[in-house]
């Protein structure tokens, strides 16, 4: 599961080139302050490795290059007990640079369903944050809550704190914290939404949003609607597609019912940096599924 945040500077002969080198600094220390400033780089087609979990469970260096031969350059990983697939930082970061793919986010647990697992939001998470920094990520996103980790609306008030806490821990490193929802945030209770609660309870800058297309349509909410409300804070997506049957299956982008098209000409207001393909379940070879998708995301999407 950075953004890059810098002043506008002033374009005169004067100070053109003490702004140049100003600029040049700032990016290169990787300092994120106004996200807006910058449209998402569609160069950048990204896999949510989850999807071909099985195959980096079994093999991450030959998973990594059939990923890249497919044609994505961008991936999102997870971390968990300190490694990346069992990997360290280092070598985990070789294998992408030997094929080409840059890892601008990974995804992590919260941490309060099992005590014992280490590199988690609430357990460990200076260490997660300095293997992060290591090997250059610019998010660090919280993946998703268990069901013990849910609960009342006061209860997401703390996570909000929490969040806030993992946030300012992120910033100091020039990175970012977000969090990635499903549907189960889109339960009501006294007539409010846990998510609406994280958004409001939570700091703008310390907390942004990574929007998963699919659990937002499955809980029968408008992405755009939210990208308006909230302008800015959308800086993630979940490329994912929801099949047209009763059933509402995972299925290939642009094989469902979801209108990429339109949620994609919000993309500047949202704040998008980068965004994931993701498909939880593939009726057959994931490899097979993440080349149909990514075939349709070049003619239309980027």
């Known amino acids: 599961m950075l953004l890059l945040h810098i002043d506008q500077f002033k374009h005169t002969t004067m100070t053109s080139r003490r702004s140049f080198l100003k600029t040049s600094a700032v990016l290169s220390a990787g300092l994120l ?26 093999d991450a260096a030959g998973t990594l290059a059939k990923v890249a031969q497919i044609g994505y350059n961008s991936v999102e990983a997870g971390y968990a007990n300190g490694k990346f697939y069992g990997l360290d930082g280092k070598a985990f970061g070789a294998l992408l640079k030997q094929n080409n793919l840059i890892m601008p986010s990974c995804h992590y647990q919260l941490g309060e369903a099992s005590a014992t697992a280490k590199g988690t939001i609430l357990n460990g998470w200076d260490k997660a944050v300095d293997d992060a920094a290591a090997v250059g990520l610019k998010y660090m996103v919280c993946a998703w809550l268990a069901p013990s980790e849910r609960g009342s609306l006061d209860h997401y008030k703390k996570l909000a704190e929490d969040f806030n806490k993992a946030g300012q821990a992120c910033k100091k490193a020039g990175i970012q914290f977000c969090y990635h929802n499903h549907d189960f945030e889109f339960i009501q209770e006294d007539g409010k ?23 937002l349509t499955k809980a029968k909410q408008d992405p755009i609607a939210l990208i308006e409300k909230h302008p800015g804070r959308f800086p993630l997506w979940h490329i994912k597609d929801m099949d047209n049957t009763s059933k509402q299956m995972f299925t290939e982008v642009g094989n469902g019912v979801i209108d990429f098209k339109k949620i994609f000409t919000h993309s500047d207001k949202a704040g998008l940096k980068y965004f994931f393909v993701e498909q939880d379940i593939c009726p057959g070879n994931p490899f097979d599924s993440i080349s149909q998708s990514i075939t349709y995301i070049k003619k239309n999407l980027v």
């Open 193 to 215: 939404y846990p998510y609406q609660t994280l958004l409001d309870n939570s700091d703008k800058n310390l907390v942004k949003m990574e929007i998963d297309l699919y659990w």
């Open 33 to 58: 302050v106004a996200p807006q400033l910058f449209a998402y780089d569609k160069k950048y087609i990204g896999l949510q490795l989850y999807t071909v979990r099985d195959a980096m469970g079994k």
